[in-house]
């Protein structure tokens, strides 16, 4: 299975091995703020064999550009919505805020996101641990 | 500005089925500040159309262009060197750019990705209101600069109707009863009497009732 991560550069650092126990081939792609993540590049990462991708950007208030994060949650639902007209299910692109250089919230989202890939139930409840604390 | 919408993708497909060489061509005019037609949007329908090919086992090769505008002949001159790499053309632009790509060009097979809706403003990021019917014969001299035509439900030339209330209109209750506003700014401006003078029926031929509307301009014209 193959996982895209379109992941905001100052959001955070993780690398693949930080990811171990996600199998299967996992690109990070990494961008100068969320606010340049295109829908494109959502759809690129489809059409070059992605099952799924996964959009990670800073918590809203702490985007070095202000809304580049809101942006991308912007650009993420007009993916979404293009997905679903050619016939993708739109669950198949995940979105997070992730907290600054918090690994283990970025890690574990993406484990979350993963799991739900794999089994196959793509309206499985998404929630991370940390979301359901709030 | 000219207000357009991207056609649903499937229709979009549906046209194109038969090619596998495509050109999709953007506008930099009216659509492009709509975020319809623009180089952005050309991207964007570009590879969504690419995706729903190769999912359906029939790989399709797509040009992307945008053109400053494509309502005038000589912007849509340089498609004719982007022509021969393809077998149809996908026009972001408004109506007027597809129409006259199929009089400039009739064995083109063009087709369009975007349906034109209306003369509106950019009243907030995302949010396009019409604000213009380009019927032809304005009379916004009366009305504070406030069009009854295109922003009145019922059309009405000596408003209100009476059905609105609290200043919303009774057909659609989201919408401002411009009427209502027209009279409070005509108030403030202490012109009110003005709406003392009856308009007449209105003569709907300028609005496109003798059929295709044409405009020349003597000082102009060869």
Known sequence: MKLVILCCNYTNLSEREDLYEIEGDLKIKRFPCGGHIEITDILRAFREGAEGVCVCVCEKGTCHNEKGNERAEKKVLGAKMILQEIGIEPERVSFFYVPRLDAEAFVEDLKTFYRKLRSGDLLADTTTNKEKEK | ?222
């Open chain 2, 1 to 222: 500005m000219i207000i357009a919408e991207r056609r649903p993708i499937p229709e979009i497909l549906e046209n194109i089925a038969g090619y596998d060489k495509l050109l999709v061509l953007g506008c930099r005019g009216c659509v492009a500040i709509c975020s319809a037609g623009g180089d952005r949007e050309v991207a964007i329908l570009a590879e969504a159309i690419r995706l729903a090919r190769q999912r359906q086992g029939k790989p399709i090769e797509v040009f992307e262009e945008t053109f400053i505008r494509q309502c005038d002949p000589e912007y849509l001159e340089p498609l004719k060197e982007l022509l021969p790499k393809v077998q149809a053309v996908v026009s972001l632009a408004c109506g007027v750019g597809v129409n006259l790509i199929a009089d400039l060009y009739p064995s083109v097979r063009v087709y369009p990705g975007v349906d034109t809706s209306f003369y509106g403003a950019n009243v907030e990021l995302g949010k396009w209101v019409e604000k213009c019917r380009g019927c032809g014969d304005c009379i916004i001299d009366k009305t504070a600069g406030l069009c009854p035509i295109a922003r009145c439900a019922k059309n009405l030339l000596n408003g209100p109707c009476g059905g609105s209330q609290g200043g919303r209109c009774e057909v659609r209750k989201d919408m401002p009863c411009v009427w209502h506003m027209i009279i409070e700014r005509l108030k403030e401006r202490g012109e009110l009497e003005r709406l003392l003078e009856i308009v007449p029926p209105k003569d709907w031929r300028p609005a496109g009732g003798e059929g295709l509307r044409v405009r020349v301009r003597p000082d102009l014209a060869y």
